[in-house]
């Protein structure tokens, strides 16, 4: 087994290794703090041992851990297009997803710009796209 240092997005180090196909596990990369694994396998991504289902497509390129080491992002050839898969909490069960205009087709770089912004390009730090989201934070009413 091979191990690579590769230079992820917002100039954090991380470990990254490519693991034997035979194994089904494509890369494991490692969280800029180390605290956490992402997993891609031939099946999809599994992020601490835990499953990620972000429905049937193959991950493309590297996943991209956010600088803080607790959300990341990827982008996935699905049976409708190319889509942009973020994880914005480790412990959520569900992903966002954002199906991208076919002239994004190009496009293989993912990396973060601020905690909920996202840019995607042809080279790291170049935005062709750019995708931001809001986390509501709900309290359950008084009594529940």
Sequence with gaps: M????C????????????????LKIKEVRASPDGRHQARVTLRGLQVD?????????????????????RALA???RSPQGLQLVVLPRLDSDSPLTWLLPSHADGLTKVFWIGRSRIG???RELVPRL???WRTVV???PAGW
């Design 120 to 122: 995607v390009g042809a």
């Design 7 to 22: 230079a992820p997005a917002m100039g954090a180090w991380a470990r990254s290794s490519r693991i034997d196909e035979g």
């Design 2 to 5: 091979a191990m690579v240092l």
């Design 74 to 76: 990827y982008l996935q």
């Design 49 to 69: 041992g835990r499953s990620i289902s972000s429905g049937p497509g193959l991950i493309l390129g590297h996943v991209t851990w956010r600088r803080d080491s």
């Design 130 to 132: 750019v995708v931001s």
């Design 138 to 140: 709900r309290t359950p």
